[in-house]
């Protein structure tokens, strides 16, 4: 069974940096995108960044040049360095995996109802 466990949120000031990680236990695909999503109250869930077993990253345009996805050497570890925060990054940060069909190297777009498989998220506050 593949089990996702976030580490890393806390409170920030604007401008600052966090950096969370993502250990997916139990991972056996072949083809997959581990994801980034995050939720802010009252908001839906939204993508934010995610890597592809390929390697190949995607970013949401309110992250670019902020947000850096990266992934340790065991590939089963997925990093997500922020920089540069603002009080709209504030929210649950959740860590979520997709089977990606054979042969695909890339992501396109972010759907949440595509991954099946969620931690249990992480806060992170932005705030003076």
């Known amino acids: 069974q593949l089990q996702l466990v976030e580490s890393g949120g806390g409170l920030v000031q604007p401008g600052g940096s966090l950096r969370l990680s993502c250990t997916a236990s139990?991972?056996?695909?072949?083809?997959?995108?581990i994801g980034w999503f995050r939720q802010a109250p009252g908001k839906e869930r939204e993508g934010v960044s995610c890597?592809?077993?390929?390697?190949?990253?995607y970013y949401e345009g309110s992250v670019k040049g902020r947000f850096t996805i990266s992934r340790g050497d065991a590939k089963n570890t997925v990093y997500l360095q922020m920089n540069n925060l603002k009080p709209e990054d504030t929210g649950v940060y959740y860590c979520?995996?997709?089977?990606?069909?054979?042969?695909?190297?890339?992501?396109?777009?972010?759907?949440?109802?595509?991954?099946?498989?969620w931690g249990q998220g992480t806060q992170v506050t932005v705030s003076s």
């Open positions: 890597i592809h077993s390929s390697g190949s990253t």
């Open positions: 979520a995996v997709e089977e990606s069909p054979p042969g695909t190297t890339t992501v396109q777009a972010m759907w949440p109802n595509r991954y099946e498989f």
């Open positions: 139990g991972l056996t695909l072949d083809y997959y995108v």
